[in-house]
T-cell receptor
Framework: EAGVAQSPRYKIIEKRQSVAFWCNPI?????LYWYQQILGQGPKLLIQ????????DSQLPKDRFSAERLKGVDSTLKIQPAKLEDSAVYLC???????????FGPGTRLTVT | AQKITQTQPGMFVQEKEAVTLDCTYD???????LFWYKQPSSGEMIFLIY??????QNATEGRYSLNFQKARKSANLVISASQLGDSAMYFC????????????FGAGTTVTVRA
């Protein structure tokens, strides 16, 4: 069974630029999560999807971050415009349903200069 | 609210020895789950072990065991017979019913295994 795929693995941008990350969850997993992990900290949930609907986006900075999961499969996370403090690893995870085990992708390491 | 505390920022262990990683938690949920994840330098989070709050026995998975002490609200991870490949960041996480089963992570502990 293929795992959670993410791309790109690394991205370097200047502040005020925009960037997008892509996630392909494990086939059949209804729940998809985006986490932000700042260096030296544990992951923090940004947004949770159930199929193509948003379950929780309470910690998503909506003035600059947006996410979508069209057709309930792949998802994209966008930052526009980026700030220096957005430098982090962005992890995507999926689970069969919200109460089940979460499987994580390799993450995208973003550096904002 | 849920809170996970990992007080050990970094630990060194000799190859083939055992190491214990501390994790304490705070929750008002009567039912919750505790997880340990490993994050190597490659970045992905690898699930290691799970303990349910109502499980009677401590969880074990190969060389990993979870020392669950419910009254003390602790869920320490024990890695036996450490290997060089165990060098990584380890995160304790909790999931409860009060926040729709979202995972809350601790700050992590870096483990370095010495040859």
């Amino acid at each position: 069974e293929a795992g959670v795929a993410q791309s790109p693995r690394y991205k370097i941008i200047e502040k005020r630029q925009s960037v997008a990350f892509w996630c392909n969850p494990i086939s059949g997993h209804a729940t998809l999560y985006w986490y932000q992990q700042i260096l030296g900290q544990g992951p923090k949930l940004l947004i949770q999807f159930q199929n193509n609907g948003v379950v929780d986006d309470s910690q998503l900075p909506k003035d600059r971050f947006s996410a979508e999961r069209l057709k309930g499969v792949d998802s994209t996370l966008k930052i526009q415009p980026a700030k220096l403090e957005d430098s982090a690893v962005y992890l995507c995870a999926s689970s069969l349903f919200s109460r089940y085990e979460q499987y994580f992708g390799p993450g995208t390491r973003l550096t904002v200069t | 609210a849920q809170k996970i505390t990992q007080t050990q920022p970094g630990m060194f262990v000799q190859e083939k020895e055992a190491v214990t990683l501390d994790c304490t938690y705070d929750t008002s949920d009567p039912s919750y789950g505790l997880f340990w994840y490993k994050q190597p330098s490659s970045g992905e989070m690898i699930f290691l072990i799970y303990q349910g709050s109502y499980d009677q026995q401590n969880a074990t998975e190969g060389r990993y065991s979870l020392n669950f002490q419910k009254a003390r609200k602790s869920a320490n991870l024990v890695i036996s017979a450490s290997q060089l490949g165990d060098s990584a960041m380890y995160f304790c996480a909790m999931r409860g019913s009060s926040n729709d089963y979202k995972l809350s992570f601790g700050a992590g502990t870096t483990v370095t295994v010495r040859a």
